[in-house]
């Protein structure tokens, strides 16, 4: 089975500081990973995804996240936070030998403070 | 044009009721889910069917039942409303391969008073 950890269920940092939200996974079998963004009372929205090519991703808004198969990590990054990134993460993982439906984290609000 | 669309985004209904939620894809998608977001914003897949087929079933109460009339539609309907059953429930669709996207609706928020 997998399954996905998300450290912080809060985490608060400043417009223009540099964002981190941690991730770790759980698959016997090579996983493929996702983050997901929820702006209030909106549904998830794809911020990027892992699927076995590069190493690091890039996805919209600035965002990228790197897979490091030696820590089973998925770490979300941004360079420079904007007021416009708070919303609710989440990571997920999937694989192709389990169900087609992702598992999610527990999720990261994130809050931009100005 | 909406991807993934749900109807109603707000229900409020009392205990003991009936309601159903509707929704389409226009992606083209051969897999439809349904997922339910608690309060403390923890997301759990519920039902999935794959060109019209039940594929997951989780452990969800009786109450709770799928339907898929095509590819393109999947309802929850829902029946005896009970408190806890209050969530946000999201369509979702996919095509294909597990590195695919899933794409997901706006969620439709239902309060049972």
């Known amino acids: 089975a997998q399954s996905v950890t998300q450290l912080g269920s809060h985490v608060s940092v400043s417009e223009g500081a540099l964002v981190l939200l941690r991730c770790n996974y759980s698959?016997?079998?090579?996983?493929?990973l996702f983050w997901y963004v929820q702006y209030p009372n909106q549904g998830l929205q794809l911020l990027l995804k892992?699927?076995?090519?590069?190493?690091l991703v890039k996805g919209i808004n600035g965002f990228e996240a790197e897979f490091k198969k030696s820590e089973t990590s998925f770490h979300l990054t941004k360079p420079s936070a904007h007021m416009s990134d708070a919303a609710e993460y989440f990571c997920?993982?999937?694989?192709?030998?389990?169900?087609?439906?992702?598992?999610f984290g527990s999720g990261t609000r994130l809050q931009v403070q100005p | 044009d909406t991807a993934v669309s749900q109807t109603p985004k707000y229900l409020v209904t009392q205990m003991g009721n009936d309601k159903s939620i509707k929704c389409e894809q226009n992606l083209g998608h051969d897999t439809m889910y349904w997922y339910k977001q608690d309060s403390k914003k923890f997301l759990k897949i519920m039902f999935s069917?794959?060109?019209?087929?039940?594929?997951i079933n989780e452990t969800v109460p009786n109450r709770f039942s799928p339907k898929s009339p095509d590819k393109a539609h999947l309802n929850l309907h829902i029946n005896s409303l009970e408190l806890g059953d209050s969530a946000v429930y999201f369509c979702?669709?996919?095509?294909?391969?597990?590195?695919?996207?899933?794409?997901f609706g706006e969620g439709s928020w239902l309060t049972v008073v």
């Open positions: 069917y794959n060109n019209k087929e039940l594929i």
């Open positions: 698959s016997s079998v090579p996983p493929y």
């Open positions: 997920a993982v999937r694989t192709n030998t389990g169900r087609r439906a992702l598992t």
């Open positions: 979702a669709s996919s095509q294909g391969g597990f590195g695919n996207t899933i794409y």
């Open positions: 892992y699927t076995s090519a590069a190493t």
